[in-house]
């Protein structure tokens, strides 16, 4: 069994408090790259930092509505040797400041460093790097969020690959960021299943009209 509180060296999270073992509750675990931000080419300068259309208002909606709200990011710029983890930490520093502003900030964020053909390999590598499940169920654990109500956005089928893994509810896959490459919408698509939904939309501006307070997201056809 892989523990969730004692992280490897290449997997890093800036949660301060855990909340394990509390009453669990709905909520949303996003990606960042092309999701909550613009997608800037292995990202390593803070003053690159620009919210995604609709990021923020998204964010307080749902955190509004009781949800809680954490991100889960592969960073293989880090194995890549593209930048460290001090770089990392001024990129996130930065994106945290922004959404205090905006009075939307996640409650946590988890980073994972590792990749299979560049760097420091780990055995539990592929378990933390998405499409593995393991920095959603971090998230779902420490944030005391309940599977069975939670959803993952990303703009990646490996986005929504580690929610499903994670047992979750479903995931929402974007055109933002990298949403449009050759074969992305197909793959996530092609995840669903009785255990899974998928949902589809432009960016987090469009997913205000699919989230539901009381029933999480829609799809068109529960909203007709």
Known sequence: MISLDALPAGVYSDLSTSRAGAPVRPGIVFDRDGVLIVEAHYLSNPDDVCLEQGSAAFLRRV?????????????????????DWA?????????????????????????????????????????WRKPGPGMALY?????????????LIGDKASDLGSAKAAGMRGGIHLLTGHGRDAG???????????????????????????????HGFLSAGDME
């Open 63 to 83: 955190q509004q509505a009781g949800w809680g709200c954490g991100v889960a990011t592969n960073q293989a710029g880090i194995a890549r040797g593209y930048f």
């Open 87 to 127: 770089a990392y930490r001024a990129v996130a520093a930065r994106l945290n400041d922004i959404l205090t502003t905006e009075g939307c900030p996640v409650e946590a964020t988890i980073a994972c460093g590792y990749h299979a053909k560049y760097g420091e390999q780990h055995p539990d590598g592929d378990f």
């Open 139 to 151: 998230l779902l654990h420490h944030l005391a969020l309940d599977p069975a109500h939670s959803w």
């Open 184 to 214: 992305e919408r197909e793959a996530a698509l092609a995840l669903a299943d009785e255990r899974f939904t998928v949902l589809a939309a432009d960016s987090l501006l469009d997913c205000m009209a699919l989230f539901d307070p009381e």
